[in-house]
């Protein structure tokens, strides 16, 4: 089992920037992937960014240029740098892990709001 805290979310602006982290505990493989999903009101859940513990990422075609996920393997922490914010990324983010033999996410955070408004 492993725990996701998420952290930093808020209000912003349009064309504002965040930055979400979050830190993983618990019993961790060494070899993972961690992430980062998004679910708007009335919306399913959406995939945003994946990276993988040797630093390979994936990103949403909608976030791409704007959006940054990076990771601190030695503190289990993943991080998600969001620029030029549009009112279409408010949703409540949710971080997630899985060890790299498995196909889905099966730990996730409590998330965290994103609100882009004026």
């Known amino acids: 089992q492993v725990r996701l805290v998420e952290s930093g979310g808020g209000l912003v602006q349009p064309g504002g920037s965040l930055r979400l982290s979050c830190a993983a505990s618990g019993t961790i493989f060494s070899v993972n992937v961690m992430g980062w999903y998004r679910q708007a009101p009335g919306k399913q859940r959406e995939l945003v960014a994946t990276i993988t513990s040797g630093g390979s990422t994936n990103y949403a075609d909608s976030v791409k240029g704007r959006f940054t996920i990076s990771r601190e393997n030695a503190k289990n922490t993943v991080f998600l740098q969001m620029h030029s914010l549009k009112s279409e990324d408010t949703a409540v983010y949710y971080c997630?892990?899985?060890?790299?033999?498995?196909?889905?996410?099966?730990?996730w955070g409590q998330g965290t709001q994103v609100t882009v408004s004026s």
């Open positions: 997630c892990y899985r060890a790299a033999t498995r196909p889905n996410f099966n730990d």
